[in-house]
């Protein structure tokens, strides 16, 4: 294999036969590019070829499971990857359409090693990427990311004979029956589906169906242009449609659900939207009844309830914070055999008796239902208010270009660890610890916490905080990390700021 050429000039000769292949695009635990700007088909071809080198190299029998999402180009994508791993001796299993957790699940139900899942993710349109793992229910992290980029850009993909390729059908009703089981509500239970026209629209409307839920559809045509918004349920576009809905409908809530189908967002039957760590916490507390004495991972840009929520802690309930990030997440409910992971984007990882350890936005929305199924009496807004109260920021991300920010990030730890050795107080708080799993999270005496970490995907930092005790001592601890971030002239504006 020769090496990649990484400028990418799209209506080329070159841009025609040579694979280009953008650097950047192989990210912490997965790959992204704008396509065509940013890799090429060829190029696309030579990922499989590395991925195939890949499975090789670890020792795994040369299967692998690949599907795509509902974009107008990713079935291009897909075959072009496709070349790639069949050149490389793989046997290829495509499973069609799909969203990533199906195509996680498939890995489970044909007993396949590997998966490739070819996805934007919830990015816009106009971005492709990869989504893979070879020890399921895991993903590809820094590490495997970083050999896979080595084999793929220093051209030392190898071909290998006994590749093939075959269409695998009934992966969708596996993968739905799996989901419902034999679960149905027994009380009246009307939601609002949002899917902004991507692929989960094939998958939502038919799920609550099938479990009993009486369906309020929102954008639930599949359309790859997305005429109304990116579904993305982490963005507040998506999130006040979906409190409209709610309201128009007198809906019991919503569920939103992303590009690839493997977040969940939720707004109550009172218009709000509970974000995915508060919702995380809901979930805690019903769980932690069934199952007393878990184990929850919350990646570190989540609320500090789950350490000090006094109901949880009533169930002998175990909090551990880690790295933002699927793959982080991941890997860390599966080291600990935790019951579950909570990420604030929407990521959910159930694990245990409630699922196989991978994000998935269906499986949560069933849960959820379960869940409400369990407290018959309950509105999801009274769920939300039984919660002790905190005030925090949305993610706030200021710019820093993708080769600087993991070096003034290195230097922003050192000078918020310095200010705790110093015994110094944040927003008049004593600081109690600053956790470095992930950046720093500085949290004080009373919870309240501040956290400043690099963005895995894009060229930004990222500053969330919260209060235990108000709004002024929110602003407060923004202001305080705030001034610590503009020491470093490197640090641009922020997309948004409370």
Known sequence: ??????????NTWEFLKDPMIKPTGFREYDARWKYPDEINLPGMTALGLGIGTQMRKHGLDPVIAVGN????YSLAIKQALVIGLIQAGIQVKDIGPCITPMAYFSQFHLDAPAVAMVTASHNPNGWTGVKMGFQRPLTHGPDEMSELKDIVLEGKGEAAPGGSYEIVDGVFDAYMDDLVGDFKMTRKLKVVCATGNGTASAFGPELFERIGV???????????????YNPNPEAMEMLHDMSDSVKASGADFALGFDGDGDRCGVVDDEGEEIFADKMGVIMARDLAKLYPGSTFVADVKSTGLFASDPELKKY????????TGHSHMKRRVHALGALAGFEKSGHYFLAGDIGRGYDDGMRVAVEICKLMDRNPDMKMSDLRKALPKTWSTPTMSPYCADTEKYAVLDRLVEKLIAKGEAGDSFAGKAIKEVVTVNGA????????????RASSNTPNLVVVIESSESEEEMRAIFEEIDAVIRTEPLVGDYDQKI
Do not use: C, Q
């Open 1 to 10: 294999m020769t090496k990649p050429n990484f400028e990418v000039t799209p």
């Open 69 to 72: 999402d509902y974009r107008d």
């Open 214 to 228: 009486e369906v309020v559809p929102s954008h639930n045509r599949l359309d790859y242009t997305f005429p109304h």
């Open 316 to 323: 002998g309930i175990k909090a551990d914070y880690w790295k």
């Open 441 to 452: 999270r500085v949290i004080l005496e009373n919870g309240s916490w501040g956290l400043v």
